[in-house]
């Protein structure tokens, strides 16, 4: 297991992936991104029991789905600097003929990938799918997710939640990232959702907050703490407080950057707040 | 001409309930969902079977179509069972994200399709399914036109590797197809043989083109009538080499004529062997309440409708 150290400092280069291949083809989401870059690391680097090779049905392993599907920087990133695909492949983002298209998918056969995601609210349904495939198999394994705070406005994933705790699925730890923020403002500018954890809460989820999403250990520690929870009848929630552009400063407590690729100039401004440490794609 | 007999009146959605039962008798790996209609899905017996692997969602079709895509992975092979309004137009995006662009194994089964949903009237008589599921790139479309050929086919698509639409209806209709049928994906059934007029009929319109060619044939016009139960992909050779013989076709389903199956033939047809053509089919309109004989008249799909088609287009060759 990667000590501490070492996590930080992928946790570092993959920021740098993240700018840099948003940069080169002048689109992609860094914001959300960024923020979600602990979480990533800890999850693929210490969390998960997986396996090293990739095959889609994943059996007798954790099995993870991204709802969220525009922060793909940070999950391909992740992905390939934990050996599902050469680290130059990154190169290719959004580009034509590319596997890493905008928004994750199967489609283009890139390993680490189970199920397209880009139209939001989707992955709750399709994660408790998985988790209810696992425990018709046998299988002990977990299934994680990760789903962006805004994109609880979407219907489809209140009817997953309210089918998660009907029928005990207590194998499977969902994700919010709550970073407050979606594309016209904040999500309390846009659309208030009164307490998360109250929403979770009353539809039957055992509920825990991550208050620091973007400091390593306690990711680390807060999943540790989500995988206890498991196999008591009722499907646990992490409330994962991040902060949107994390690590590069100007891009920091604001939707500004979103969906929004830095210039030249801004790039080496966000570079240089995060020295190359496993060494650039 | 040959002629088939009714083996006794009998609903197409009763045909998938057999044809899931048999299933889970024999195929450990099907699993099936539904959103509060197990009555009217026929999934009674399944569920009664195998409880463990019945998965009722509620009235949540857009969870219930993202569960089985998830489903898929560690190698179930989910059944949707709901409403054709409810399986297609109403999840539309779930199917083409979650299942349809993620090359998911799903089989979405719609009963209730058509006008012939009867009283219940427009909000649940849906007729732009079929162009919906078509226009999905890798998914098959199939609409059986009675019992037997609904369960045959309902054991068959658990075998193909990939997203299905099965679509069947409500009314107890003629059961007139073999009861040992193997079912084939993609393979066009030519029911009778003819020269003068090709009918290509899907649906509880297969019924209604052989009671059409009947009549033609004592007027003396020849009609050959072929049974497409899959739509997509379309048997095109069957169609093409027919209309190389009787110069001339008409398409009959219980669909709108924007999107269904006679846009697919006049494709086929405008590519390979342009020939006059006329659609039996809904002219771009909602439908509503009524008796499902009622319905069939008034919207002009019924073995009458098809007889005027076929003397018209033959007057056009």
Redesign the interface.
């Known amino acids: 297991m990667p000590n501490t150290q070492q996590l930080q400092d992928l946790t570092t280069q993959v920021r740098r992936d993240i700018l840099r291949m948003v940069h080169k083809v002048n689109s992609g989401h860094p914001g959300g991104s960024l923020g979600c870059a602990e979480f990533f690391v800890a999850l693929y680097q210490d969390i998960m029991d997986r396996k090293d090779t990739f095959d889609m049905d994943g059996k007798d392993e954790d099995l993870f789905f991204l709802s969220n599907g525009h922060i793909s920087p940070v999950f391909y990133s992740v992905l390939a600097r934990s050996g599902y695909f050469l680290v130059d492949e990154l190169n290719t983002f959004r580009l034509i003929n590319s596997r890493l298209q905008g928004h994750p998918t199967t489609h283009e056969g890139l390993p680490g990938i189970r199920i397209a995601s880009g139209s939001l609210g989707q992955g709750f349904s399709v994660a408790l799918g998985a988790a209810q495939t696992k425990k018709l198999n046998g299988d002990t394994h977990l299934v994680y997710s990760l789903h962006g705070d805004g994109e609880l406005q979407e219907g489809q994933n209140w009817e997953g939640i309210m089918y998660a705790a009907a029928n005990n699925m207590d194998n499977i730890i969902s994700t919010i990232d709550l970073n407050g923020q979606q594309i016209d403002g904040s999500t309390d500018d846009v659309l208030p959702m009164g307490s998360i954890r109250g929403k979770f809460e009353a539809f039957g989820w055992t509920v825990l907050d991550i208050e620091n999403g973007n400091d390593i250990d306690a990711v680390l520690e807060g999943m540790a703490k989500a995988k206890s929870l498991t196999g008591q009848g009722k499907p646990v929630c992490v409330l994962l407080h991040t902060v949107m552009g994390n690590g590069v400063d100007f891009m920091m407590h604001t939707h500004a950057w979103h969906g929004k690729a830095p210039n030249d100039e801004q790039l080496a401004h966000g570079l240089a707040q995060n020295p190359e440490t496993l060494g650039d794609y | 001409m040959k002629t088939y007999e009714n083996q006794g009146n009998k609903d197409t959605r009763s045909g998938f309930g057999a044809g899931l039962t048999e299933l889970g008798k024999t195929n450990e790996s099907v ?1 099936a969902l539904c959103a509060d209609l197990i009555g009217s899905l026929k999934m009674d017996e399944f569920k009664a079977n195998h409880p ?2 019945f ?1 009722q ?2 009235i ?1 079709e ?15 092979i ?1 059944f949707t069972g709901t409403f054709a309004n409810f399986s297609t137009g109403r999840v539309y ?2 199917i ?3 299942i349809a ?4 194994n799903v089989k979405i089964c719609a009963s209730h399709a058509g006008l012939t949903l009867g009283e219940d009237g427009a909000t649940h008589q849906i007729l732009e399914d079929i162009g919906l599921m078509k226009m999905l790139p890798g998914m098959t479309v199939i609409n059986t036109c009675d019992y037997n050929q609904t369960k045959a086919a309902t054991i068959a698509i658990a075998k193909h590797q990939g997203p299905v639409y099965l679509r069947f209806g409500r009314p107890k209709v003629a059961n007139f197809t073999p009861v040992d049928q193997t079912f084939e994906i993609g393979k066009a059934l030519k029911l009778t043989e003819g020269t003068d007029v090709t009918i290509v009929a899907t649906g509880h319109l297969v019924w209604e083109a052989l009671e059409a060619a009947k009549s033609l044939n004592e007027k003396g016009i020849s009609a050959e009538v072929i049974n497409i139960h899959t739509i997509k992909p379309l048997d095109d050779k069957t169609i093409i080499d027919s209309v190389i013989k009787t110069g001339c076709i008409v398409t009959a389903e219980e669909h709108n004529i924007l999107g269904g199956l006679g846009e697919s033939v006049a494709r086929v047809l405008s590519l390979h062997r342009p020939a006059p053509q006329e659609f039996v089919a809904t002219q771009d309109t909602f439908g509503e309440s009524g008796t499902p004989a009622q319905l069939m008249e008034k919207y002009g799909l019924n073995a009458n409708a098809i007889i005027n088609a076929s003397e018209k287009v033959i007057k056009r060759k």
């Open positions: 699993v463990e692997r998965f969602v509620g949540a857009a969870n219930m179509i993202g569960l089985a895509a998830g489903m898929t992975i560690g190698g179930k989910p995006d779930q083409r994200q979650s662009y993620s090359d998911k």
